[in-house]
Every structure is written in structure tokens, then in C-alpha cells.
């Protein structure tokens, strides 16, 4: 696995909106960061380590499974007027 070119088309695919792509890249680099493959370059900068990469990966990748799964959202907090 490339895990550079998936977290490139994660990202393409979060972009896009095509929700079976994000789903099965984000299981594939989470399983290969799991089994201690290593990270992508998440952010254009070099200075930020593998450690860190893998922890930007990893809550990416969860992130985008939960946003497609709907158990993400943004609410308002507000009170409901009673009916």
C-alpha cells in the first residue's frame, strides 16, 4: 500500500463526496496504520514527524467514516419551544 496516495484520494474523494470511496480508503489506511505501516505526509509540512502524521491520519480517517455514517453532526444548542 501507498499510504500517501490514499490519504490523497481520501481527501479527493472527501472532496468529491463519493461516500464508498472515503469508506474503503479510510479502512484501508487505518488498517494499515494499525499493523504500524508508515503514516502519510499529512500536512505540507516536513517538520511534523511520523508520530505526528499517524495521529493526523488516524483522527482523519475516523473522522471521515463518521461523517459518512451520520454520527457527526453540528447542532445548534438551543431549547425547543414547547408545542
Request: aromatic residues 8%.
Amino acid at each position: 500500500m501507498d499510504p500517501q496516495a490514499a490519504w490523497d484520494q481520501l481527501l479527493s474523494a472527501y472532496a468529491d463526496g463519493d461516500w464508498d470511496r472515503i469508506h474503503e480508503l479510510a479502512h484501508e489506511l487505518l488498517h494499515w496504520l494499525s499493523r504500524d505501516g508508515f503514516p502519510p505526509k499529512v500536512l505540507p509540512r516536513s517538520d511534523l514527524g511520523p508520530d505526528l502524521n499517524r495521529a493526523l491520519a488516524h483522527a482523519g480517517c475516523i473522522f471521515a467514516l463518521e461523517a459518512i455514517e451520520g454520527k457527526w453532526s453540528l447542532t445548534l444548542n438551543r431549547k425547543e419551544e414547547p408545542s
